[in-house]
């Protein structure tokens, strides 16, 4: 078995303390990209949650956006949904913010508590799959657990 590393132990500690069902399974290469997870599992890239930092432009506060590996942010529409005015995090603040590095954002061990939305097409979907706190881990996870555990209300980023 692989070793994990200290960002993907926050993430299976995190995935403990819920009581969720399911590991952290380390790929045999990097998933940077939705479609680079989705090919690595075999799975549809509408089954990869893109954990998405932005920044609220009135309070400079982070926010996440769990968005479906199919879809693209409307950031304007999105922004209306949570009443902010959305910009982009640099690598630093999410780094900073999370744990993680771009690439391997997880939805789950994350450094400090921020603000968590989800795309309603993941509900699509009876399990979905999410970064494990790595570029090279994912762990699979129902939507409706996935809201629950992280508060995310749903929205449409579309």
Known sequence: ?????????????DIARHELPGTIVVLDQLATTASMAAEALGVEIGRIVKSLIFV???????????????????????????????GRADADLVRETTGFAIGGV?????????????????FAFQTVWAAAG????????????????????????T
């Open 106 to 122: 997880s939805p789950l061990g994350q450094l400090k508590s921020i603000p968590i939305y989800m795309d309603t097409d993941l």
């Open 1 to 13: 078995m692989t070793d994990l590393r200290q960002s993907e132990l926050r993430v299976a500690a």
């Open 56 to 86: 609220g432009e009135q309070t400079g506060e982070p926010i996440m956006v769990l968005v479906s590996g199919a879809n693209r942010v409307h950031e304007k529409r999105t922004g209306r949904q949570i009443g902010q005015k959305l």
């Open 134 to 157: 790595n570029a090279r881990s994912v762990f699979e996870i129902a939507p409706d657990d996935l809201a629950r555990v992280t508060g995310a209300p749903r929205i449409t980023v």
